[in-house]
């Protein structure tokens, strides 16, 4: 070929690309930069369309328009444990930004402890276009056991008769943030099913747990002053209710267990008669007066 088409072709591949790279703007943000081991590792990635036009983003020849690239601190690529994103097909008309939330663990194995590097990339089927976000670092550390307890899976639910290993931990998400976690595993296998957190901690007072009759974990934490978090967990380590209770002089919630194994919150009040004004508290309307009484 001759050598001067051979520049011109090249000039001209080469302007379309930062055209096209111009047309279409990729990020990606982490919601945070540290993150406990098997918990989601999750963030934001952004794309605006700048095409002047209409773009669809769907699968091609059956590979997702979104994926990433996940390396550790050696450099090492990290393969994914899933083969297909399954993302859903987008179109973005001309000038519409689009937020897409992402758990890159779903799909890429980064439990182990250690420095992750993480950049998206999309591909853009109609021009056979690649798109990566700027590489990202984060941190996937371990947080400070301070419970665990062994109990059996209940007939009637899945995994019957065998054993599960509730723990909780505490964790700093930033300087003076912490934040208490709770993570479930196999006793047996190790293997950990769930680790996510229960809310903001103060270490002024520490949790206290319970398990009642059907093995399900409950935890009452200090979250803020005079501010407690009621947390119930169930067999598969989901949580099924969360509550917020506040002191109320001396006063302070509490877990109680009775004799039947049921556990209940008691002491302190609920959110609700916290933010509802004393008048209220105190006082009844007059059209709530019982039938009979005497007037004054």
């Not at 097909?89 to 000038?95: E, R």
């Not at 109609?126 to 976000?133: C, D, G, P, Y």
């Amino acid at each position: 070929m001759n050598p001067l088409r051979t520049s011109i072709l090249l000039a001209i591949a080469l302007l379309f690309c930062v055209t096209a790279q111009a047309q279409i703007q990729i990020s990606l943000k982490m919601d945070r930069p540290l993150y406990v081991a098997h918990e989601p590792i999750t963030g934001t990635l952004t794309i605006v369309n700048r095409a002047g036009r209409d773009l669809v983003f769907g699968d091609s020849k059956g590979l997702s328009w979104l994926d990433f690239t996940v390396t550790n601190r050696q450099g090492h690529l990290i393969s994914p444990v899933r083969r297909h994103l399954n993302e859903r097909p987008i179109v973005l008309s001309k000038g519409q930004t689009y937020e897409h939330k992402v758990t890159i663990n779903r799909y890429y194995p980064m439990s182990m402890i250690g420095t992750y590097r993480v950049k998206a990339n999309v591909t853009f089927p109609q021009i056979n276009r690649v798109f990566q976000s700027k590489n990202l670092t984060i941190q996937v550390t371990d947080g400070q056991p301070m419970w665990s307890q062994i109990v059996g899976v209940p007939q009637g639910y899945a995994d019957a008769g065998k054993y599960r290993e509730y723990s909780l931990m505490t964790f700093y998400h930033g300087a003076r943030s912490k934040a208490l976690y709770f993570r479930m595993r196999d006793s047996d296998s190790g293997v950990v099913y769930t680790t996510y957190p229960l809310g903001d901690y103060m270490s002024l007072r520490p949790p206290t747990q319970a398990i009642d009759s059907e093995n399900r974990l409950h935890v009452l934490h200090m979250s803020g002053p005079q501010r407690y978090k009621y947390t119930v967990i169930n067999i598969a380590g989901d949580p099924t209710e969360q509550a917020t209770y506040y002191e109320k002089g001396p006063d302070r919630p509490r877990l109680d267990t009775n004799a039947y194994g049921n556990v209940a919150v008691v002491g302190g009040i609920t959110e609700e008669e916290a933010t509802t004004p004393y008048e209220q508290q105190e006082f009844r309307r007059l059209s709530e007066r019982p039938v009979g009484l005497p007037n004054f």
